[in-house]
């Protein structure tokens, strides 16, 4: 699998970041952490900022949690607690419901992107292929 094109996505830009790319990165996947580790690259070396919702962060705690991996989950959480974490309050809450109910989409996709658009993030990382409705943002997958 072939890298992410980042070559739209300017120095500055502000990438909401979905479970999947996370967990193939910090988990090394033998396939799919080479394609979404040219982002993290640009995010590590400063030259865009990453943004995380919270329901990722429970997405991403889960794995090690239900192998019983403490040390593992805590050093995972410090690393989305870096990035700016947005909270999902009442008013991101609407937005999902507004663009499930518009789009389709299940309720976590929802939420990411109504997240993304609440911060004016200029874009989502994702592996998901349900965001191909989404037209507010881009979605690089």
Same mark, same amino acid.
């Given at each position: 699998?072939?890298?992410?094109?980042?070559?739209?996505?300017?120095?500055?830009?502000?990438?909401?970041?979905? &479970?999947?790319?996370?967990?193939?990165?910090?988990?090394?996947?033998?396939?799919?952490?080479? #394609?979404? *580790?040219?982002?993290?690259? #640009? *995010?590590? &070396?400063?030259?865009?900022?990453?943004?995380?919702?919270?329901?990722?962060?429970?997405?991403?705690?889960?794995?090690?949690?239900? &192998?019983?991996?403490?040390?593992?989950?805590? #050093?995972?959480? @410090?690393?989305?607690?870096?990035? *700016?974490?947005?909270?999902?309050?009442?008013?991101?809450?609407?937005?999902?419901? @507004?663009? #499930?109910?518009?789009?389709?989409?299940?309720?976590?996709?929802?939420? *990411?992107?109504?997240?993304?658009?609440?911060?004016? &993030?200029?874009?989502?990382?994702?592996?998901?292929?349900?965001?191909? @409705?989404?037209?507010?943002?881009?979605?690089?997958?």
């Amino acid at each position: 699998m072939e890298p992410l094109d980042l070559s739209a996505l300017p120095a500055g830009a502000l990438v909401l970041v979905d &479970a999947a790319p996370i967990i193939y990165v910090l988990e090394a996947h033998p396939k799919l952490a080479a #394609r979404f *580790q040219p982002i993290f690259a #640009r *995010q590590a &070396a400063g030259d865009i900022l990453f943004a995380v919702a919270t329901i990722t962060i429970a997405d991403v705690l889960a794995g090690p949690l239900a &192998a019983g991996e403490e040390a593992l989950a805590k #050093r995972y959480r @410090r690393v989305m607690e870096s990035w *700016q974490v947005v909270q999902l309050s009442a008013d991101i809450a609407e937005s999902a419901a @507004r663009l #499930r109910a518009s789009l389709k989409l299940k309720l976590a996709d929802a939420v *990411q992107v109504a997240s993304a658009i609440a911060v004016g &993030a200029d874009a989502i990382v994702t592996h998901d292929r349900d965001y191909s @409705r989404v037209k507010a943002l881009p979605i690089l997958s």
